[in-house]
């Protein structure tokens, strides 16, 4: 079912119609002698019966009129209008909303529970679908949109254990495009576009939080480890070139070690070294 344009007209100049009407009712009924009294009473009632078919539309709002049951269209021009008076009429907002669910308990890709809410904003596009076709349309966006987290947030791992693939955590554009088409598809029977969704609340369930801190500071030190190592062989190499080149001292192959392995025991310690004199030669 698509929304289409229900029959009204503008309110005012018929309102100043209502009011001639009943004017001529009214002076009518006063002319008893002339029996118009039976006419101005038939009058003065369809008049009342009319009274039923104004109602107002603010901006951004839909009436849907229904007749006897059946679909009859939907009005959107804004200000007073009449219509059919045995036409029911229910109100829909066409402003754009949004919600935040709550926070969900999952599992990720990999099996980790996590928990997990978005902020949806939405708007309703076709009136009809979203009065006919579901129940309660805000209710049904509540639910297919918590259903559609629970769904995106099984497809990726919290964190990315490869460059190749998305994670919640670190893709927040890929993540965010892929939980509004979740949401969308769900919610196209019930008329409603999605404006945006996005992550609002992204952390591992308190019984592994602990644990995955660890995991990841334990990540970031060996991260750190693999830089400070390459920068101490770069600054290794650089000082035996150098050396060599400028002919300071010629070192054997025995000697150059015992250099490198000093240097990279003082470059690459957590800790400050406490320098040692030689006072003999090399070899003592």
Request: hydrophobic letters at 45%; charged letters at 20%; a neutral charge.
């Amino acid at each position: 079912m698509n929304e289409r344009k229900g029959f009204s007209i503008a309110g005012v100049p018929f309102v100043a119609c209502w009011l001639v009407l009943a004017l001529v009712g009214a002076y009518l009924f006063l002319q008893v002698r002339g029996g118009a009294a039976p006419v101005a009473i038939a009058l003065w009632l369809v008049l009342l019966l009319c009274t039923k078919g104004f109602f107002q539309v603010a901006p951004n709002e839909g009436q849907v009129l229904q007749l006897f049951g059946k679909y009859a269209g939907t009005v959107r021009e804004e200000g007073l209008r009449w219509t059919n008076p045995f036409c029911a009429r229910r109100r829909v907002s066409l402003r754009v909303r949004n919600f935040e669910s709550g926070k969900l308990k999952v599992n990720d890709h990999d099996g980790n529970p996590i928990e997990i809410g978005a902020v949806v904003v939405w708007q309703v596009l076709d009136t009809a679908e979203a009065v006919f076709c579901v129940d309660d349309y805000e209710n049904f966006v509540h639910i297919q949109s918590e259903s559609a987290l629970r769904q995106m947030a099984q497809n990726y791992p919290y964190d990315a254990h490869d460059d190749g693939k998305p994670a919640l955590r670190s893709h927040g554009e890929i993540i965010n495009n892929h939980l509004r088409d979740e949401i969308q598809a769900r919610l196209d029977k019930a008329g409603v576009r999605v404006i945006e969704a996005r992550i609002s609340h992204l952390a591992y369930a308190p019984e592994i939080a602990q644990a995955m801190l660890q995991r990841q500071q334990a990540s970031a030190v060996v991260a750190a480890r693999e830089r400070i190592v390459e920068g101490a062989v770069g600054m290794v190499a650089l000082a035996l070139d150098r050396l060599h080149s400028l002919g300071v001292v010629e070192l054997d192959e025995e000697r150059k070690a015992a250099m490198v392995s000093n240097l990279l025991v003082v470059l690459c310690g957590d800790r400050n070294t406490q320098p040692v004199v030689n006072a003999g030669t090399l070899y003592n």
